[in-house]
């Protein structure tokens, strides 16, 4: 065995493990073989390698020239107002996808991959082209319809997680697939329980709770899926310190994957309306998370999920020192209180301003704080 710097690690050797970072399981005992998983490591601050020397074997020349050939482009950026339109129809296309879903196995159907698998390539092209606009929509949610919009909640946060991350082809593709069907277990949940206006009894709890038990069993039956879309869905509620369900697993026996999707999976349920609970700001819950840290979940991974959303993620209210109520529009490449920022109304008057975006750093205008729209009887589907 041999321990090497993170920066030597190539295609083609073999891994034996990877020291102080025991949950990186996609990256399990075995070659290298796919280039997004250097960058997984590095951007998880990882710093050595144990490799068997006597295994490993550097790929080819010509294999690496053809790889090279035939790697896909890059998909093409858009604007974020180009972009809206086609993330709302998503939405609207997944939603009834869920929808149809759940139908088919309810009448004891498995799950037919094909449409899900059309759907995850759909997200990931969206958020590439542009990462803003299903982030922003995200917090447009219906209190009614809590059950098709969380788990396109969560894929959505997991596709901007892992991207963020470094993780892109195969591995991206089956995170996203994972994430759509993670809470399909719920359709064996009686109806007067799942759909139940108010806080569930300790027995009503314990039967709610085996959604997840049924997710695992209803997607390890699925022909095609793959372990890491498995481990989303049956790792989506499994804490660090062995108090999760369904399987109560610790530590290391809890996946990456299952990592990345618990943290997706509390901060969607956290900001999200339903018919007893008010959705927290995003800020709040973003320091939820941390507190949770490291007991239940990854200090590491919650730490790059807050850089990934930024201190007031996209879609996020704000005050701005002006006087004026904004919604954080762009993120990315800017400082984190110094977003792209559509001004929508006045505090000072209490008044509706004309819709102007604004670059915070060039107009001398910053952010005061996160503010819940609903105080100020503002919508947000209005101004997206």
């Given at each position: 065995?041999?321990?090497?710097?993170i920066?030597?690690?190539?295609l083609?050797?073999?891994?034996?493990?990877i020291?102080?970072h025991?949950?990186?399981?996609?990256v399990?005992?075995?070659?290298?073989?796919?280039?997004?998983?250097?960058?997984?490591?590095?951007?998880?601050?990882?710093?050595?390698?144990?490799?068997?020397?006597?295994?490993?074997?550097?790929?080819?020349?010509?294999?690496?020239?053809a790889a090279?050939?035939?790697k896909?482009?890059?998909?093409?950026?858009?604007?974020l107002?180009?972009?809206l339109?086609?993330a709302?129809?998503?939405?609207?296309?997944?939603?009834?996808?869920?929808?149809?879903?759940?139908?088919d196995v309810k009448?004891?159907?498995?799950i037919?991959?094909?449409?899900?698998?059309a759907?995850?390539d759909?997200?990931?092209?969206?958020?590439?082209?542009n990462?803003?606009?299903?982030?922003?929509?995200?917090l447009?949610?219906?209190?009614?319809?809590?059950?098709l919009?969380?788990?396109l909640g969560v894929t959505i946060?997991?596709?901007l997680?892992?991207?963020?991350?470094?993780i892109?082809?195969?591995?991206?593709?089956?995170l996203?697939v994972?994430?759509?069907l993670h809470?399909?277990?719920?359709?064996?949940?009686?109806?007067?329980?799942?759909?139940?206006?108010?806080?569930?009894t300790?027995?009503?709890?314990e039967?709610?709770?085996?959604?997840?038990?049924?997710?695992?069993?209803?997607?390890?039956?699925?022909?095609?899926?793959?372990?890491?879309?498995?481990?989303?869905?049956a790792?989506?509620?499994?804490?660090?310190?062995?108090?999760?369900?369904?399987?109560g697993l610790?530590g290391?026996?809890?996946?990456?994957?299952?990592?990345?999707?618990?943290?997706?999976?509390?901060?969607?349920?956290?900001?999200?309306d339903?018919?007893?609970h008010?959705?927290m700001?995003?800020?709040?819950?973003?320091k939820r998370?941390?507190?949770m840290?490291?007991?239940?979940?990854?200090?590491?991974?919650?730490?790059?999920?807050?850089?990934?959303?930024?201190?007031?993620?996209n879609?996020?209210?704000?005050?701005?020192?002006?006087?004026?109520?904004?919604?954080?529009?762009?993120?990315?490449?800017r400082?984190?209180?110094k977003p792209?920022?559509?001004?929508?109304y006045?505090?000072?008057?209490?008044?509706?301003?004309?819709?102007?975006?604004i670059?915070?750093e060039?107009?001398?205008?910053?952010?005061?704080k996160?503010?819940d729209?609903?105080?100020y009887?503002?919508?947000?589907?209005?101004?997206?």
């Amino acid at each position: 065995m041999k321990i090497i710097p993170i920066e030597q690690l190539a295609l083609g050797m073999y891994v034996e493990s990877i020291p102080d970072h025991p949950s990186l399981s996609m990256v399990q005992k075995g070659y290298i073989q796919d280039p997004s998983v250097l960058g997984v490591l590095r951007n998880l601050g990882v710093e050595r390698i144990i490799i068997d020397p006597s295994k490993s074997k550097q790929a080819p020349a010509s294999a690496t020239c053809a790889a090279a050939k035939v790697k896909a482009p890059a998909p093409s950026k858009a604007s974020l107002k180009s972009e809206l339109p086609r993330a709302k129809k998503l939405l609207n296309q997944a939603k009834k996808l869920q929808s149809r879903l759940m139908s088919d196995v309810k009448l004891g159907q498995k799950i037919d991959l094909q449409p899900v698998n059309a759907m995850a390539d759909e997200f990931i092209g969206s958020v590439f082209r542009n990462p803003s606009a299903l982030a922003c929509l995200r917090l447009i949610k219906d209190k009614d319809d809590y059950l098709l919009e969380h788990s396109l909640g969560v894929t959505i946060l997991m596709t901007l997680f892992a991207r963020a991350l470094g993780i892109s082809g195969t591995t991206l593709h089956q995170l996203c697939v994972g994430s759509l069907l993670h809470d399909i277990g719920k359709v064996r949940i009686p109806e007067e329980i799942l759909n139940k206006p108010g806080k569930l009894t300790p027995e009503e709890f314990e039967v709610m709770k085996s959604h997840a038990a049924h997710s695992r069993t209803i997607i390890a039956a699925t022909p095609g899926i793959s372990k890491v879309s498995l481990d989303v869905a049956a790792m989506h509620h499994e804490k660090l310190d062995g108090t999760g369900y369904p399987m109560g697993l610790k530590g290391e026996q809890i996946s990456m994957a299952g990592r990345m999707v618990a943290i997706c999976d509390i901060y969607d349920a956290m900001t999200a309306d339903r018919v007893y609970h008010k959705g927290m700001a995003p800020t709040l819950a973003l320091k939820r998370l941390l507190e949770m840290t490291p007991h239940a979940l990854d200090k590491n991974l919650v730490v790059k999920f807050i850089q990934t959303l930024g201190v007031y993620p996209n879609g996020c209210m704000v005050e701005l020192a002006s006087g004026r109520v904004g919604i954080v529009m762009e993120t990315q490449d800017r400082k984190p209180t110094k977003p792209l920022v559509k001004v929508v109304y006045n505090l000072k008057s209490h008044t509706h301003v004309m819709q102007s975006e604004i670059e915070l750093e060039k107009h001398n205008d910053s952010i005061v704080k996160a503010i819940d729209p609903r105080d100020y009887k503002l919508d947000l589907t209005n101004y997206l």
